[in-house]
């Protein structure tokens, strides 16, 4: 049989079953009483099913053919058995094997575990075998080499829990080979080059993350028909070899977070690529002028890499690119040699943390379909263009740290953009004044707002209050003065504030307490463009793509009692009130925070006792009230007592164990049974706090919006 000659994309329509209800139609239509699958099939499936405790309508006394998931040829022999996403358990049975006709194997999203049994692999009718998003284990077993020729096309066996070595021998039989995808599993030392080797229109090998280690090998030129090679997230280590670079069918070449390392050059050989990601490498070389040579290149990934000098002009050549990500390098030098216009369908341009000066290039703002510009964390510095209103795609940018000045301006430009839904300035307009005025009008889609760390004097400006689609905005780290303004509370959305470190003034006010999103347990989404932090991982209590609520006025002249009403903001995560002139008691009701996990009161005045209902939060990770005026005692079980010392301090009426006043004895305890207890609370806070570090780390990333960039 001729092998078939297509893209990954494409051989999925090529072997594109029919809907089942339509299969099911087909063949009851075509199905005379006489005309049956024969027994031995049909004793095959029936053995199969005993294995997986298959719950379908397949039956002793009907015809096979006839059953979900099987499709059957002209000779009535079985050619597809399709059975994704059954929640099938149990092992592969090596009873498939004895389906003689059978061309495609489609078992993928399954619970499907134990080995991959060889007669699957050395069959000598399947050509599409897909077990992809199982719980499969154990090596790949090597099939001798007298095997004969296997018809196999397209192997999947990503996404499951395989081990060991890959097999050498098994490919020199694959002579048909085409896809294969061993992608998410745990398979480890050389990545193999076999298939290139014996299967002459081999064209996709996806072995990202597993834990490939070593150098990539230059048998990798033998694959003359590669368009896809995907190893990222592997231990791979060294130069990227000459060898690679003669595989000029490859269009996407995909290799982030390995070791890497090595001149560029040679890449620009490739001049079919179309995806180059080789970010989150030790690349230290410079973007050679050559790039210009890859002139259908779409996805430019060269992020977190050691890579300096100037962006040469002959990126302009690349007019396809869509996405350019260049974050976390040490290029620098002016823009002003890559000619923007040129790349009419740029879409995200990410410079962030790089050592860029000048002007933002003039050519930029004829990118129209530009969504997301990230300048920030770089040697940029000049006005902000009015020519910014030109990009009417952008929804992301992020100008953190570009010298920016007069707010005024910058504000009156930006506002007149419809599509920006994030917009980061922090660290610019240093001493100026927030501006509060007619004149910024607009932001009607502004859904993220970050001024923080620019020393503005001022108050928090009315014109905030008619942004209604605001969920987050950061303020921290200016000078400004004057109450919260109770409109806040009609701000719907909002889920996230943090005006921390103003010289803000007057009471927490109680519209604060009434705001929508922080009442309701509806998810606070993600709301960003481009990632704002992508070397993060994922959260452990939180819902995916949720952000934590978080209301931070921390560092202020805050004075007055804690709200009673603070028990409505049901769904906050983080409540910093610290370093206030806040007195009263800790009120009862914070009991109703049930998913609080960080919360600061220290350095205040506050008065009383400690609420004992405080234990009913769980989830708490972070816990102060330290330099206050408590009194009695610390609750010595649950939550509470799982905080060290550190947390109770400066409170000289407060007793307990964790701190030098103990409880019953107003001497404090000698030092030695003070050291010792502490050793013991340590182990506590350890064990029972291990589990919340990731959320530490988000928090912290939340919080420090210099991290958003
Ligand atoms: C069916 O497969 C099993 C397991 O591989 C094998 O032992 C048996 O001989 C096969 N039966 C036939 C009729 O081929
Ligand atoms: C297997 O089935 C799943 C679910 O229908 C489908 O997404 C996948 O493309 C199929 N695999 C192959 C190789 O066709
Ligand atoms: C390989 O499989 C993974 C899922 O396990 C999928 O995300 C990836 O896109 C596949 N690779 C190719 C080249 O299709
Ligand atoms: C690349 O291919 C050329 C021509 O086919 C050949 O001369 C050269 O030796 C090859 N280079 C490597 C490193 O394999
Ligand atoms: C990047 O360079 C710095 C020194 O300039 C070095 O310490 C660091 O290890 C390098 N990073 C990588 C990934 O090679
Ligand atoms: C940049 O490219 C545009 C369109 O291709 C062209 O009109 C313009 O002259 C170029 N600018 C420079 C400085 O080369
Ligand atoms: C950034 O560039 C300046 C000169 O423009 C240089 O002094 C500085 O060392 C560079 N920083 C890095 C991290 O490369
Ligand atoms: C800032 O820009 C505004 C126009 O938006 C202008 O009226 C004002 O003079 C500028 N301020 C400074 C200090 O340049
Ligand atoms: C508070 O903000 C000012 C700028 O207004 C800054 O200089 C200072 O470092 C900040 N303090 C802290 C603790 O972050
Ligand atoms: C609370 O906010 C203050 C001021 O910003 C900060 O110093 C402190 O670290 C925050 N507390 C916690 C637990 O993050």
Known sequence: MKPLHFSYSKYT??????????????LISLVSPIDSCTHQERDSLLQILAELGLAV??????????????????????????????RLQGSISPFL?????????????????????????????IIVLDVSFNRLTGDLIELPSSTPAQPLQVLDISSNLFTGRFPSTTWEVTKSLVVLNASTNSFTGQIPTTPCVSAPYFAMLDLSFNKFSGNIPPGLSN???????????????????????????????????NHLEGPLNGIMKLTNLVTLDLGGNGLNSNIPESIGELTKLQELHLDHNNMSGELPSGLSNCIDLITIDLKSNYFSGELTKVNFSNLPNLKK????????????????????????????????????????????????LSLVNSSL????????????????????????????TMPDDYTIDGFENLQVLGLNDCSLSGHIPHWLSKLTNLRMIFLLNNRLTEPIPDWISSLNFLFCLDISNNSLTGTIPSALMDMPMLRSDKIAPNVFELPAYDKIPSLQYLRPGAFPKVLNLGMNNFSGEIPKGIGKLQTL????????????????????LKNLQV????????????PNTLNDLHFLSKFSIYNNDLEGPIPTTGQLSTFPGSSFDGNPKLCGPMIVNHCGSTEAGPVSIVSTKDISTEAIFVIAFGAFFVVGVLYDQIIFVRYFG
């Open 223 to 257: 694959c003359s028909k590669m368009t896809l090679l995907s190893a990222g997230h592997n231990q791979l280590s060294g130069i990227l070899p000459d060898e690679l670079f003669n595989v000029t069918s490859l269009e996407h070449l995909s290799l982030p977070d």
């Open 573 to 592: 995560l983080s409540l910093n009130l610290s370093y206030n002139k806040l007195s009263g008691g800790i009120p009862q009701s914070l009991c109703a």
């Open 599 to 610: 919360l600061d009161f220290s350095s205040n005045h506050l008065t009383g006792t400690i």
């Open 57 to 86: 309508s397949w039956r002793r006394n009907t015809d096979c053919c006839t059953w979900e998931g099987i499709t059957c040829n002209q000779d009535r022999k079985v050619t597809d058995v399709s059975m994704a996403s059954r």
């Open 97 to 125: 094997g004895n389906l003689t006709a059978l061309l495609r194997l489609n078992l993928s999203h399954n619970l499907l575990s134990g080995g991959l049994p060889l007669e699957l692999v050395q069959s000598s009718s």
């Open 405 to 432: 000045t007069n707010i005024t301006r910058a504000l009156q430009i930006l506002s007149t953009s419809r599509s920006l839904t994030t917009l980061f300035l922090g660290f610019n307009f240093m001493h100026e």
């Open 13 to 26: 329509k090529k072997f594109h079953m029919p809907s089942l209800g339509l299969a099911l139609v087909l």
């Open 349 to 396: 341009l990410d410079l962030l943390y790089n050592n860029f000066t000048g002007n933002i290039p003039e050519s930029i703002y004829s990118c129209s379909k530009l969504t997301a510009l990230r300048l920030s964390h770089n040697q940029f510095h000049g006005q902000l263009s009015e020519k910014i209103g030109n990009l009417k795609s952008l929804s992301f």
